[in-house]
């Protein structure tokens, strides 16, 4: 979808392409980033063989898969220079790196940090670190390429998402969840009981390295 002056429009239907979607990145030339699934992720077993990848979507709506073998494409960064995207891979407890061809290619694919446990939304900072949600265990790490882990902040809750904002971009938003893995099929697909439960959150904390790149 995209949202306009006149409205949201439809760019283009993935529906017929993936199971399921969840993140994505836009880049400076208006080129979507979507982490695509052909299996249901709340299912998955460890091991299990499934098919998962990435999804680029153009403005114009051409659809095209630019990164496979993957097992569960998460959050997305791009860097300030637009020439490196940085995927988690939630199941792989990974952060997986590639080159931005002019095209929108994805080429040079290689690990950027492995990880204690599965990462889920991710951001970057000026210093070319990621800070990623990490809900299995409860905090929020910041990290660099090769996996050295320089700050941890914990939550009481269970952290889905993060992004650095505010006037500086040095306030990390962190989302979060109550009984994250007590949400069943029922909830997720009905808006009223989703009601009921109202267990998010969004949490603050400032740092003081800021945020930089996409998004």
């Known amino acids: 979808m995209r949202q306009d002056p006149n409205g949201l429009s439809i760019v283009a239907d993935l529906s017929k ?7 994505m990145v836009v880049d400076h030339k208006g080129r979507a980033y979507v982490g695509s699934y052909g299996y249901d992720v ?13 999804t680029l979507v153009t403005p114009e709506g051409d659809v095209r898969v630019v990164a496979d073998e993957m097992i569960c494409p998460n959050g997305m960064v791009i860097t300030s220079d637009g020439n490196v995207l940085i995927a988690a891979d939630t ?6 790196a590639f ?11 290689r690990v950027w940090a492995y990880m204690e446990a599965g990462p889920d939304g991710i951001c970057l900072d000026a210093e070319g670190a990621i800070w990623a949600a990490t809900p299995n265990r409860g905090e929020v790490i910041r990290l660099r390429e090769g996996g050295e882990v320089t700050h941890r902040i914990k939550v009481s809750t269970t952290p889905l998402a993060c992004m650095l904002g505010g ?11 109550d009984a994250h893995n007590d949400l069943d099929v029922d909830t ?12 998010s959150r969004i949490e603050i904390v400032d740092v003081e390295i800021p945020g930089a790149g996409l998004p």
């Open 17 to 23: 392409l993936a199971v399921g979607n969840n993140d």
């Open 42 to 54: 709340r299912s998955y077993k460890p091991g299990q063989e499934v098919e998962a990848w990435i």
């Open 91 to 96: 199941f792989a407890k990974q952060l997986v």
């Open 99 to 109: 080159n931005i061809e002019e095209d929108g290619s994805l080429t040079g694919r």
């Open 167 to 177: 006037p500086e971009r040095r306030t990390l938003f962190i989302v979060t969840v």
């Open 188 to 199: 997720l697909s009905n808006p009223e009981a989703a009601q009921i439960k109202r267990g």
